[in-house]
């Protein structure tokens, strides 16, 4: 069992920087591949970026591709999204999410990849 919460949303105006983080609950953190996914007002959650369990690989949305960095500290059990150059349309509810080593796949890209959520932070970028 994981339990995950976020933290840092907010409001922010377009071409600003947040700093998002998930803390994540167990001592087999460094087992999981994390990720950040997305949901707009109206629209299906999209997948935004995602790291290895050592930290070592990460992979992004061409979307967010060199404005986001998502990174993990496994020492903390915390995972963490920097998010730069700031878009309206980055405007969402950010989820951090974990998954579960048996079975997984690289990229981790599809919101089936993941076993546990977090309950998600609030992201508003006006213009």
């Known amino acids: 069992q994981v339990q995950l919460v976020e933290s840092g949303g907010g409001l922010v105006q377009a071409g600003g920087s947040l700093r998002l983080s998930c803390a994540a609950s167990?001592?087999?953190?460094?087992?999981?591949?994390m990720g950040w996914i997305r949901q707009a007002p109206g629209k299906e959650r999209e997948f935004v970026a995602a790291i290895s369990g050592s930290g070592g690989n990460t992979y992004y949305a061409d979307s967010v591709k060199g404005r986001f960095s998502i990174s993990r500290d496994n020492a903390k059990n915390t995972m963490y999204l920097q998010m730069n150059s700031l878009k309206p349309e980055d405007t969402a509810v950010y989820y951090c999410?974990?998954?579960?080593?048996?079975?997984?796949?690289?990229?981790?890209?599809?919101?089936?990849?993941?076993?546990?959520w977090g309950q998600g932070t609030q992201v508003t970028v006006s213009s």
């Open positions: 167990g001592r087999t953190f460094s087992n999981y591949a």
């Open positions: 999410a974990a998954d579960y080593p048996l079975g997984s796949r690289w990229p981790p890209t599809l919101q089936a990849d993941y076993d546990y």
